[in-house]
């Protein structure tokens, strides 16, 4: 029996190499045919974390123009791609090449977590979700923060799975520190934050668990504060993290926001059209942040049956399988299996939106299987979906876009595996667990 179960563990680990393998060389072919020029012309629109970390290379620290203060976004991308560039060079294939090693380590993750609440097997098909995922394959080899936040969160989200029955304190500490840094690249993890403190509070008691989460709030904060204090410094006003979210909200939030998301348009391209309502010259800062929201504030007052529709329709778009809201000659999930209408004309990008929807549609029909299948009796599992509902919650009320998603798909994936396992196998599935790899 001993024996057996070493081969099991010996034989996943084999696989689970071979995941990794095909999934960073999948990974690096997207990329080469990408970079047809400097930085990628695939990648345009992306490269503002770009200037900023040359600006930090050159010695110029954090800004986007020498010479003037600069807050809007987060520091973690800026500083990461900095790094990357001190050590090997500024070039968008070596970008590309470690960003894809480090979406191979989300898998690796993915495989930790799933192995830890599910069963090994079931952590190598979330595994092989994970590193053959067209979105993350894509989003593998572009200049966005997609990437690196995915594989923070996630080793967050490990390490309370794995710790979240300690009382030692500097474990608590060391969790606060990683998701502090987690925050730093996308302040949209805070969300997360809420969600493993309520878990903790529910799975521990407050009386029990009061130390270990002022632990952890220890370590975020000492991330997060120093910071703050800097943009306080540099700005003279309070920023927590970055400056983004209002202006975010107001765009996710107006009157030609529903306009948008019905038509088919990203909401990126919004802050452009001659329609949007912009801010009053002369306003800067705190100031200009305040104008925004008013200007919500009305709008939810005076429209409040088209803020509840435009929410419902923010909360579709964000998992939609589709993403890009409009998706070139398929202009409905219907047609992805009517290809008649496409005939010769299919492209690559047809063939790219079809593979993200297909995929899309299969990760989260046995993720759903895999999370009924185990509310009732694993504990982490309801973890797993408060991070959901709560990074959900925010990005609809804020500002969405279906690539914001991205980072919760490797949530989804830890639950496919488990669904897949028992939907697929059914009757075998205790079997299969006894003699499981």
Not at 11 to 40: E, K, T
Not at 155 to 163: M, N, R
Request: a positive charge.
């Amino acid at each position: 029996m001993l024996n057996n179960k070493i081969l099991g563990v010996k034989l996943s680990v084999w696989i689970m190499l071979l995941i990794l393998y095909l999934g960073l060389v999948l990974r690096m072919i997207i990329a080469y045919y990408s970079s047809s020029d400097a930085m990628g012309a695939d990648l345009r629109g992306d490269l503002l974390h770009h200037r900023v970390a040359v600006n930090i290379v050159n010695g110029h620290g954090f800004v986007m123009s020498i010479g003037e203060p600069y807050s809007f976004n987060p520091p973690g991308y800026a500083y990461f791609l900095a790094g990357s560039y001190v050590l090997f060079g500024k070039t968008w294939f070596t970008i590309a090449f470690i960003q894809s090693s480090l979406s191979m380590l989300s898998v690796v993750c993915v495989y930790l977590i799933a192995s830890k609440i599910y069963n090994r097997l079931s952590a190598l098909i979330s595994a092989s979700f994970m590193s053959f995922y067209p979105y993350s394959v894509y989003h593998s080899s572009r200049v966005m923060d997609t990437t690196l936040f995915t594989f923070m969160m996630l080793v967050s989200v490990a390490l309370v799975i794995y710790y979240w029955r300690t009382r030692n304190l500097k474990s608590w500490i060391f969790i606060g520190l990683v998701m502090g840094l987690a925050c730093l690249v996308r302040t949209t993890m805070l969300a997360v934050c809420i969600g493993v403190f309520m878990w903790l509070i529910v799975v521990l008691g407050l009386s029990k668990g009061k130390k270990s989460l002022l632990a952890c709030g220890l370590g975020i904060v000492c991330i997060v504060l120093p910071w703050t204090i800097r943009n306080f410094v540099v700005e003279r006003e309070f920023i927590f993290i970055d400056a983004k979210g209002i202006p975010n909200a107001y765009m996710g939030n107006n009157e030609l926001t529903l306009e948008y998301i019905d038509s088919g348009k990203s909401l990126d391209q919004l802050w452009q059209d001659s329609r949007f309502e912009r801010e009053p010259k002369g306003l800067s800062g705190a100031d200009e942040r305040t104008w925004y929201m008013s200007q919500i504030v009305d709008f939810v007052r005076n429209n409040p049956m088209t803020y509840l529709k435009l929410l419902y329709k923010k909360l579709f778009l964000f998992w939609s399988p589709y993403i890009n809201p409009n998706m070139s000659n398929i202009k409905g999930f219907g047609d992805l299996f009517s290809f008649s209408e496409l005939g010769a004309n299919l492209s690559f990008e047809d063939f790219r939106q079809i593979s993200y929807t297909l995929s899309y549609s299969v990760l989260s029909l046995f993720a759903i299987c895999g999370f009924v299948l185990s509310l009732g009796h694993i504990s982490e599992s309801r973890l797993l979906l408060l991070v959901l509902l709560l990074y959900t919650l925010v990005n609809v009320l804020v500002w969405t876009s279906t690539r914001l998603r991205i980072p919760l798909d490797s949530i989804l994936a830890i639950f496919a595996g488990y669904g897949m396992l028992r939907t697929v196998f059914g009757k075998f599935y205790e079997n299969i667990i006894r003699n499981s790899v």
